[in-house]
């Protein structure tokens, strides 16, 4: 889901929860009741909406017939308004997370991929400067190598998050853009479907971004990225990296040894400093080799003092641009590292640390602010304020401040 999408900000919960991957229906609990279907009132209120966004559309140069064939039999869709409005309580920790993202599935799913589809990749690699490997984890990552790519109509979808009103110009915008890719003729309107959040096709790309982005890599004539040929989207993916900075050849990041004496207050994903800072602070590689002199790095400790410790460089902040989420470009540059043949991670987690839900995190925010750790708010969401403030509770009690949000922590504090 790229970053630009409503799909970064609306699935975060589907991110935390490994990013395409699905259970079998063996493993599914049983199904829910269908949900209720819009009332009169709705449906009236919706069908306003539907006659003043086609005044908007068609003055914004969408043709009746396009509009009118795109909205033909469409309706509030409430599985759509049940997801967006769900608040997941409970989130899984980054390694969970990790284990799904780069499962032994799918690193070799991805290297048969490799092979499968070698002449394409490489082409692509030499006409976008992104490699093969990272292509292929987008793809794995955002629909497990094509295999689920959602079944939402992209017009119901969106029309239904745009009359819902949550973030209502964000989802006009992109349902505009979607017509306008309609109108192109590069997909008929019932091939178009993906999330329920309006990402489509193989790379998950939401209208607006597919506009600005998408390539006919196949020469067919037509951006097709919902095609089972997954050519174009896979260079559509490439292209997109390239346009933010990718660095072919360099890493997103390295697994690295931190010295006892490293000061955790620096260990944040915005302070980008030159290498020979990092040096001079007797940081090494895992295997005892010095920092490479790439360019800026930050250095990022997921899971705290406890876990692994990376530096990161300019690609890890392209694959954000993708997904703003830590774990998702985590993800992304690990699983393209084990499909090149790279190893697992050396140092372990700390698996013996649950997830805090949603309600422990706000009760940590506001046993902080209490003890006279302003966080600034108690959202259940542990954002930059809330890592300050448990750095100088940290600091105050004499413990490594690396500003990590754990279920220890919160016992501590109550």
């Known amino acids: 889901m790229l970053k630009t999408s409503l799909a970064a900000s609306l699935l975060t919960a589907a991110l935390v929860g490994g990013c395409a991957s699905h259970a079998s229906p063996s493993q599914q609990a049983a199904p829910a009741a269908a949900p209720a279907k819009p009332s009169q009132a709705e449906q ?29 039999n469409i309706d509030l869709n409430q599985q759509v308004i049940k997801l967006d409005r769900g608040q997941a309580e409970f989130t899984r920790q980054i390694w969970e997370y990790l284990d799904t993202a780069v499962s032994a599935t799918r690193v070799s799913t991805g290297q048969s991929k490799h092979k499968a589809l070698a002449d394409t990749l490489a082409q692509i690699e030499q006409r976008y400067g992104v490699e093969a490997e990272v292509v292929l984890s987008i793809w794995g990552m955002e629909t497990n190598y094509g295999s689920y790519r959602g079944k939402t109509p992209t017009i119901e979808g969106l029309a239904t998050l745009a009359f819902e009103g949550r973030r209502r110009a964000f989802a006009e915008t992109q349902l505009m853009a979607a017509l306008q890719i309609l109108q192109d003729g590069d997909v008929s309107v019932n091939d178009m479907r993906g999330s329920w959040a309006g990402a489509m096709g193989h790379t998950q790309f939401m209208p607006t971004s597919y506009l600005e982005y998408a390539q006919d890599f196949n020469g067919d004539g037509k951006r097709n990225i919902w095609s089972e040929d997954p050519a174009d989207a896979l260079a559509s993916a490439a292209n997109y990296l390239s346009r933010f900075g ?15 004496t490293f000061d955790y207050t620096q260990a944040d994903q915005k302070n980008r400093q030159p290498v020979a800072y990092w040096q001079q602070r007797g940081i090494t590689q895992v295997n005892g080799q010095a920092l490479p002199d790439i360019g800026k790095a930050a250095v990022l400790v997921p899971a705290g003092a406890n876990g692994p410790a990376f530096v990161v460089f300019n690609n890890f902040y392209v694959i954000k641009r993708y997904n703003n989420a830590t774990s998702y470009a985590m993800g992304v540059g690990h699983l393209a590292d084990r499909i090149a043949g790279g190893a697992e991670f050396s140092r372990p987690w700390p698996r013996h640390e649950r997830a805090l839900s949603r309600t422990e995190k706000r009760e940590l925010q506001q046993r902080l602010t209490q003890q006279g750790f302003n966080t600034k708010g108690a959202d259940g969401v542990i954002g930059p304020n809330t890592m300050t403030a448990i750095r100088a509770w940290q600091q105050a009690k004499g413990l490594t401040a690396d500003g990590y949000a754990s279920a220890s922590l919160l016992e501590r504090l109550r």
């Open 44 to 72: 009236h209120n919706f069908i306003a909406w539907r006659d003043d966004f086609r005044r908007r559309a068609l003055a914004n140069g969408i043709r009746a017939e396009v509009f009118d064939t795109a909205f033909n």
């Open 246 to 260: 990718w660095q072919a050849g360099m890493p997103w990041g390295l697994e690295v040894t931190l010295p006892d």
